[in-house]
């Protein structure tokens, strides 16, 4: 499973869809839609979108690997 946090320079669709394409990667099963804003409000935002996934994660047994920017 690929989430995707939708913040950063991979928030414009562009630059998103390019670094997807240039790592070969599928499109993400998931994007938390994190927007722009302060970097504390990022992170908090990230965190709380990505708990109920890596919850969800844990229980179908999947793994997970986190690619920071």
Avoid: K, W
């Amino acid at each position: 499973m690929l989430h995707h946090t939708g913040h950063g320079q991979r928030y414009d669709t562009n630059m998103s869809d390019l670094f997807i394409q240039q790592l070969g990667l599928p499109q993400p099963d998931i994007n938390l839609g994190v927007g722009s804003s302060s970097h504390a409000r990022q992170m908090s935002q990230t965190m709380a979108r990505f708990g109920p996934v890596a919850a969800e994660m844990q229980r179908r047994r999947h793994c997970t690997i986190a690619i920071p920017r």
